[in-house]
């Protein structure tokens, strides 16, 4: 197992576009999170899953923002219309429900809106 | 909503140094990790804690979940270069639940 995969790496997009990113958690971890990182900042809590069930999103996920994991493996996170604010680091994660392994980070989605 | 306050915000030491860093709460977390996040990386896991009171080493890191449930530290013996980077605190209420984490602490070292 190679970790966590996030694809793509990096991301430039014009102001009112759309982007996709994916998110491919370690293969026998049931619950994946998202999470936004600004510069000097630590990691902010987007929302997680349980298997395929998206079991709580925080306030700063607002309506432009949406999330799938619609088989219970690998997710997607949807941004509609990018604004410039939206430019940040974007961190997948994932973790067993139960156990003493921590939770494992991908190496993240750079969003630049321009 | 859940706050992590982490001090120093940042530290630039002579290597050999030992280094110490801490986070408190204003609300009990059942779970306290600490991570190291290298330029544009995701966090790496360093130490994970979870029970009050528990101390943990991993190599030159050791760390401990206050036995308020509230606070935790880190140290590092005998720094060296590649040391360099933010590490992170970070606590869930229960484990598998999300993650609170703190600002960071910027650590450079001197040769």
């Known amino acids: 197992d190679t970790g966590v995969s996030q694809d793509p790496r990096h991301k430039i997009t014009k102001r009112g576009q759309n982007v996709t990113f994916r998110c491919d958690p370690i293969?026998?971890?049931?619950?994946l999170y998202w999470y936004r990182q600004t510069l000097g900042q630590g990691p902010e809590f987007l929302t997680y899953?349980?298997?395929?069930?998206?079991?709580?999103k925080s306030r700063l996920l607002s309506d432009r923002f949406s999330a799938e994991r619609p088989k219970g493996s690998f997710s997607t996170l949807e941004i509609q219309r990018t604004e410039q604010g939206d430019s940040a680091m974007y961190l997948c994660?994932?973790?067993?429900?139960?156990?003493?392994?921590?939770?494992?980070f991908g190496s993240g989605t750079r969003l630049t809106v321009v | 909503g859940q706050q992590l306050n982490q001090s120093p915000q940042s530290m630039f030491i002579q290597e050999g140094e030992d280094v110490s860093m801490n986070c408190t709460s204003s609300?009990?977390?059942?779970?306290w990790l600490w991570y190291k996040q290298d330029p544009g990386e995701g966090p790496v896991l360093l130490i994970a804690l979870y029970k009050a009171g528990e101390l943990t080493s991993n190599g030159r890191l050791t760390a401990q979940f206050g036995i308020t449930r509230k606070d935790s530290f880190l140290n590092i013996s005998a720094s060296i270069p590649s040391d360099v980077g933010i590490y992170f605190c970070?606590?869930?209420?229960?484990?598998?639940?999300?993650?609170?984490f703190g600002a960071g602490t910027i650590l450079r070292v001197k040769s």
């Open positions: 293969s026998e971890h049931n619950r």
């Open positions: 899953f349980q298997n395929e069930a998206q079991l709580e």
């Open positions: 609300s009990i977390f059942n779970t």
């Open positions: 994660a994932s973790s067993l429900l139960i156990g003493s392994y921590g939770y494992t």
């Open positions: 970070a606590g869930a209420m229960e484990y598998g639940n999300k993650l609170v």
